[in-house]
């Protein structure tokens, strides 16, 4: 649906006063249409958990304790939960392994709807699979080199945005990590000098969370009135301002690879616009600049948040117990020195003190509280003759399985080392419990056809950052605060973004 561009103008100058309004007669309206209507409900015979108190407050604002409240009582079935999309089911992990490869045309990814992806990006949906499929077939085959990128990246970027800091100085973790962070996936990502762009890295570093605050606030409402509420939030008008000056910025870039394409010595540049390229199925998607434009901002997102939030906790947990500062520095320049000075991916591996530090950070504060987000497009009966009703959509209740109590003793307890302990406690465990494991009591990554598969060029990354930071910096806590609180909404767990730590340049 459009508006004349004359109304959207109009629009585009209203304030969020004006949301609420609107949004407060929409809801009447919708409620005295709606309530007399059948609510959609899955099979009544798959047992629904109500969380104790404002169960609809508790799923936006206390999410993660209202999951471990429902899975400590249904650990080994699959039960139903309200959440603002409607009833979803949770599995237990029994039911995993024989889930994780159906097909997408029976079992696909529910992120799209979960985002409400055609408010957000003006794309048919089925190409927005590019992304997957690009990173799937070349990102890991890459990895050698995009590693000496990181590395590169990582030891030019992080001076410039990490000031030197010769007394103790109180720097905003998140807003500085995540321009690093932009920066350094922009270069390893896209190249073609894009990093230097001031103006792409802005984008970059805002997208993800305007993408984020579009969808939840386009949620609040009924399909019904999306159409129109579309136009009144902020955040949503910002995306499509973002869309439309990345394709500005990218169609240059294109029309070059085009011009370069007909030299007889052309060689094919490593980077993710032509891995989607090359697996465009459209012949006329290959050079779209409006498309490549989207995909790469989802790309970015995808990429971007979850690694600089990740880098974020990282340092507000250095910061809380700096004893550990000392392990993992001590840790990082024996295994630089082994290496002769210059990290390499084989160096980073023998980082484990530091690899279970981030497990642990990640843990305790995952960026989602839910993952292997899947829709039933038909209905699945299961080896034990459980079904999965079509139309339905599931999760995998991670933040509750990673505060299991059977899995993890004193699992509120932040144990740096708990995950470098037991890689040593027997020889079979040396590759099960490393950062990028994937198993059904590891799940931060998600699981079969669509488990993240930038997690290894990411663990790098975080690596490299923390351990240069390590080096150059000394790390506290601001006089009489505890650490940066983690921001609840809805399944999603955000650092602190205000959140300031004390820095100050080794002596």
Known sequence: ???????????????????????????????????????????????????????????????PHALREA?????????KIWTSQGHWLALPARYLDELKMQPDTKFPSALQSFFLGPYLWPVEKWKLDYVHKGLHKDLNKHLPSMFADARDGANTMTPVEFPECKDWTPI????????????????????????????????????TKNIFLSSAKLRVFHPVFRPVVQYFIPELRDVWRCNRRAKELLAPILAEKIKQERDQDYKKPVDSIEWIRDDASDPKD?????LHAILQLILGALSVNTTSQLITNCIYNLATYPEYTIILRDEAKAALVEAGGEWTMDSMAKLEKTDSFIKETLRHAGHLTLTFQREAKTTLTLKDGTQIPAGSTVFFPTNAVNFDVTLYPSPERFEPLRFYNLRHTSPGNEKKFQLTSITAEQMQFGMGRHACPGRAIASHQVKLILAYLLDKYDFKLKEGQGRPKTVLF?????????????????R
Do not use: C
């Open 71 to 79: 899975y400590s009582q249904n650990r080994n079935s699959l039960f």
């Open 172 to 207: 905003k973790v998140h807003p500085t990590v995540l321009r690093l962070v932009s920066k350094i996936n922009t270069k390893l990502l896209i190249g073609n000098g894009l990093e230097k762009n001031k103006e792409w890295i802005d984008i970059s570093a805002s997208y």
């Open 1 to 63: 649906m459009s508006l004349p561009t004359s109304l959207q103008e109009f629009i585009a100058t209203r304030s969020s006063v004006h949301l609420i309004a609107l949004a407060s007669v929409l809801t009447l309206v919708a409620f005295l249409i709606l309530r007399s209507l059948a609510t959609k409900r899955l099979d009544d015979t798959i047992p629904l958990y109500t969380p104790q108190g404002d169960y609809k407050k508790r799923w936006s604002y206390d999410n």
């Open 286 to 290: 290959k050079n779209d600049s409006h």
């Open 490 to 506: 809805q399944t999603n767990q955000f650092p602190d973004p205000q959140g300031e730590i004390l820095f100050r340049a080794r």
